[in-house]
């Protein structure tokens, strides 16, 4: 069994504090990848939308010129029968050219209904795109500030990391060598890899268990490693700190 006392429990303990701290950071660093690329994916899905949206308009402008050009050439057939009800000899070719020209009318004022309609949707589109645009601007200054501070929490959480490690190597240079190896075996058997925790009034505050009133007194004395029976964990008298006070 190592030797212990207060002070080298002491160590432990902030050891442990140290260990919490560094592996919370080293998690954070670690999420950093992930929470740029879900920054990145939604910029991605926003610019898709952009060209979607985009693509709708190009759509629609294109089969406007196209009845724009339907319209025309039926203009142009109408103009063409006009001159030549001028030119017609019987009454039948009158007719014919004039049934032409009422025909190619029709077809035309159903063509401009359309292209109003049209007009209403390539405006309803770019109204849209407009909208678009603008959160798509907002998003990505939002991004832009989001991947300014993800960039100084990982240079803060470096920073940090290389002083927890400084200070985990001056405060183990002080712990008794045995009982850091024991530290470290019992950290390892530890899902949470918390290695001690206090016991206060009678509690161990690793698995909530009550410690037997032997062991409990034993604690007091700080003279030998103590562990949980439960959970295994090492132990120490933390009553100042307890719970009621
Ligand atoms: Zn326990």
């Not at 039948?92 to 004039?98: A, D, I, P, T, V």
């Not at 007009?119 to 832009?144: C, F, H, P």
Request: charged share 35%; aromatic share 6%.
């Amino acid at each position: 069994m190592p030797n212990i006392n207060k002070e080298q429990i002491k160590f432990l303990v902030k050891l442990q504090q140290i260990e919490i701290e560094s592996s919370k950071i080293k998690s954070i660093l670690s999420s950093v990848d992930h929470r740029i690329e879900a920054l990145d994916n939604s910029l991605n899905d926003f610019e898709k939308n952009i060209k979607d949206e985009e693509a709708v308009i190009s759509e629609l402008n294109q089969k406007y010129r196209t009845y724009e050009s339907d319209v025309q050439m039926n203009l142009d057939r109408i103009a063409k029968s006009k001159a030549k009800l001028r030119s017609v000899k019987t009454n039948k070719e009158y007719q014919s050219s004039l049934k032409e020209i009422e025909d190619l009318e029709m077809i035309n004022s159903k063509i401009e209904d359309e292209m109003i309609e049209f007009l209403d949707r390539i405006d309803r589109a770019e109204n849209t795109l407009t909208e678009t645009k603008a959160d798509y601007s907002g998003l990505v200054d939002q991004t832009n500030k989001e991947r300014a501070a993800i960039k100084e929490e990982v240079a803060q959480g470096k920073r940090r990391l290389v002083q927890l490690d400084a200070n985990w190597d001056n405060i183990s240079q002080s712990i008794d060598s045995e009982l850091l190896e024991k530290f470290n075996k019992t950290k390892a058997k530890q899902i949470n890899g918390i290695a001690i925790v206090p016991v206060k009034d009678a509690v161990c505050w690793g698995c909530n268990m009550n410690i037997p009133p032997q062991m409990y007194n034993e604690l007091h004395r700080f003279d030998h490693l103590i562990n949980c029976p439960h959970c295994e964990r090492i132990i120490y008298c933390d009553d100042h700190n307890g719970r009621s006070e």
